[in-house]
């Protein structure tokens, strides 16, 4: 189903790696009345003089942990929270009240500024500078887990714009080593597990061999007519020599995009620079489609990975890590809220179309 046909997609979809995660496709619902939203402007000004994130008003935040290429000319920069979701300044262990139980909320919150530049956007960030915020991210995520065996995963996201909870203008990232494995990773390593252990072999690598070589022609059985035609690489946004950035089949948000090793590669922690460098070069033209389609995109990432421990040590073979792109182009309903399910207005055929027809510079 393509935006030139005028049959409106009105159906539940199945998430292929966590089943118990449907999506509604209801384009329909995308012409209902309500009032246009204009794109957020953003700060584009390099410097600002309140700004705690920006270069020389480093007295401003919580001393330097890390600084790239060197902490006085600094293009990258990590800094503790001041506001720390988790924090390791204390540790109580965990509490049984009867049914309820507690467990303490200890770990580690870090920021990641992203750039010293205060306005640049991601795909205004060159691609050697997105390797290495990408190499920071490894890099950090291994320090953390290596430092106390008590934490059990570590979280790389990013929130840009007021939409997706970004409280600071200045481009940056977080980073937060918790106690526990999330839910949602949790789901994804479990179903990706009983895939392999069904059909033997990674069910993300099924995917992107289905994204690259599938192809079908579904008609209706009484009147004929096409249902849907897939065609090969209709759901692929942008492919690199080592990475792929795809339009989930199944997206939760209607310009949801993510980016994963070609090749299988259940941890992020083994992803070597010249890796990086192409997961860069992957990113920044897929952001840069986004921005093209959407202008202003108000946005969440976040990255997955093979979870730490004895419970996931035989997910090297079936799991992959992966990088999930969220803009905010809408706000939650009750019916979503209540009900669990996403409602997207746009179909995933057609987010991915105009993606792809983005004409972007080498």
């Known amino acids: 189903m393509t935006r030139h046909q005028s049959r409106p997609v009105r159906e539940i979809r199945i998430n292929p790696i966590v089943p118990s995660e449907s999506v509604l496709v209801s384009t329909a619902r995308g012409m209902r009345p309500r009032k246009a939203e204009q794109p957020v402007a953003r700060d584009r000004r390099q410097q600002v003089a309140t700004c705690p994130f920006c270069r020389g008003n480093e007295h401003m935040t919580p001393p330097t942990l890390y600084a790239w290429p060197d902490e006085k000319d600094w293009a990258i920069r990590i800094v503790e929270n001041l506001f720390p979701v988790l924090a390791d300044d204390r540790s109580e262990g965990a509490l049984n009240l009867g049914l309820q139980q507690v467990i303490d909320g200890y770990g580690r919150h870090e920021v990641i500024i992203d750039h010293w530049n205060h306005g640049i956007a991601l795909h205004e960030m060159s691609e050697a500078h997105l390797q290495a915020l990408a190499q920071t991210y490894r890099d950090r995520m291994r320090f953390l887990l290596e430092r106390d065996p008590r934490i059990k995963y570590v979280m790389v996201f990013k929130n840009f714009g007021p939409a997706a909870g970004a409280s600071i203008a200045h481009t940056h990232s977080q980073i937060i080593a918790m106690p526990v494995v999330p839910e949602n990773v949790i789901n994804e390593a479990e179903h990706s597990r009983i895939h392999y252990r069904?059909?033997?072999?990674?069910?993300?690598?099924?995917?992107?061999?289905?994204?690259?070589?599938?192809?079908?022609?579904?008609?209706?059985?009484?009147?004929?007519?096409?249902?849907?035609?897939?065609?090969?690489?209709?759901?692929?946004?942008?492919?690199?020599?080592?990475?792929?950035?795809?339009?989930?089949?199944?997206?939760?948000?209607?310009?949801?995009?993510?980016?994963?090793?070609?090749?299988?590669?259940?941890?992020?922690?083994?992803?070597?620079?010249?890796?990086?460098?192409?997961?860069?070069?992957?990113?920044?033209?897929?952001?840069?489609?986004?921005?093209?389609?959407?202008?202003?995109?108000?946005?969440?990432?976040?990255?997955?990975?093979?979870?730490?421990?004895?419970?996931y040590a035989d997910c090297q073979p079936s799991y992959h890590w992966h990088l999930e792109i969220c803009p905010r182009t809408s706000i939650p309903t009750g019916f979503e809220l209540g009900s669990g399910l996403y409602v997207s207005t746009v179909s995933p055929e057609e987010a991915a179309e105009r993606l792809r027809a983005v004409q972007i510079d080498p």
């Open 198 to 311: 069904k059909f033997g072999r990674c069910i993300f690598c099924a995917l992107i061999d289905e994204a690259l070589t599938f192809e079908a022609t579904i008609y209706d059985r009484e009147s004929g007519e096409v249902r849907r035609r897939i065609h090969v690489g209709q759901y692929v946004i942008e492919r690199g020599e080592r990475f792929l950035a795809i339009k989930p089949f199944a997206s939760r948000f209607e310009w949801e995009i993510h980016i994963l090793p070609s090749r299988h590669q259940a941890d992020f922690l083994q992803a070597s620079d010249e890796d990086l460098a192409d997961f860069a070069r992957v990113l920044r033209r897929a952001m840069a489609r986004l921005d093209h389609v959407i202008g202003g995109a108000q946005y969440n990432f976040f990255l997955h990975t093979q979870p730490r421990g004895e419970d």
